[in-house]
T-cell receptor, first 117, second 112 residues
Framework: DAGVIQSPRHEVTEMGQEVTLRCKPI?????LFWYRQTMMRGLELLIY????????DSGMPEDRFSAKMPNASFSTLKIQPSEPRDSAVYFC???????????????FGPGTRLTVL | TQLLEQSPQFLSIQEGENLTVYCNSS?????LQWYRQEPGEGPVLLVT?????EVKKLKRLTFQFGDARKDSSLHITAAQPGDTGLYLC????????????FGSGTRLSIRP
């Protein structure tokens, strides 16, 4: 079975450029999460969707970041304009969230390593 | 400020030794998860502990959830080079089963 798919795996761009990261969640999962990982701050939740609807975007750093989920099988995280401090590994994860369950297992993609020069 | 603090941050030990990693918080969680992450990959769930005081064993790994549901530990017996990786604890809040809070991480290296 295919796991969570992310593209690109690596992205190098110059400051000020627009960056778009893509994610395909596991088929049948109804929740999707975007995380950012750095050595300094660890793994941080940026935003998560449930049934394609953004539920919590309190982790999105600023207006330069935006995320969309147009359908159940695709999501994007866009940074515009990008800055050097955005350099990090960005992970997408998905899970099946059922009402009444006290916890869920999140399945992570391989990540996109972003370097902004 | 990290909601979940892990200690130690880094640990390098010889193959065959035992080790314990700690995950502490001032917050109460409905459950706590442990993930392992290898270089170039995303974290992978190892276990979820749900009940205060619960102990779960996964081969040579033993996970414990504190009685007060604020802390957890991971004990590895007879560590092997394949145990090398970044270990992350993650707290699940009562308010949301979906939104989990990750700890600061423990980077473990097992020398052959």
């Amino acid at each position: 079975d295919a796991g969570v798919i992310q593209s690109p795996r690596h992205e190098v761009t110059e400051m000020g450029q627009e960056v778009t990261l893509r994610c395909k969640p596991i088929s049948g999962h109804n929740s999707l999460f975007w995380y950012r990982q750095t050595m300094m701050r660890g793994l941080e939740l940026l935003i998560y969707f449930n049934n394609n609807v953004p539920i919590d975007d309190s982790g999105m750093p600023e207006d330069r970041f935006s995320a969309k989920m147009p359908n159940a099988s695709f999501s994007t995280l866009k940074i515009q304009p990008s800055e050097p401090r955005d350099s990090a590994v960005y992970f997408c994860a998905s899970s099946f969230s059922a009402s009444g369950r006290s916890y869920n297992e999140q399945f992570f993609g391989p990540g996109t390593r972003l370097t902004v020069l | 400020t990290q909601l979940l603090e892990q200690s130690p941050q880094f640990l390098s030990i010889q193959e065959g030794e035992n080790l314990t990693v700690y995950c502490n918080s001032s917050s109460v969680f409905s459950s706590l998860q442990w993930y392992r992450q290898e270089p170039g990959e995303g974290p992978v769930l190892l276990v979820t502990v749900v009940t205060g005081g619960e102990v779960k064993k996964l081969k040579r790994l033993t996970f414990q959830f504190g009685d007060a549901r604020k802390d957890s530990s991971l004990h590895i017996t007879a560590a092997q080079p394949g145990d090398t990786g970044l270990y992350l604890c993650a707290g699940v809040r009562y308010s949301s089963a979906s939104k989990i809070i990750f700890g600061s991480g423990t980077r473990l290296s097992i020398r052959p």
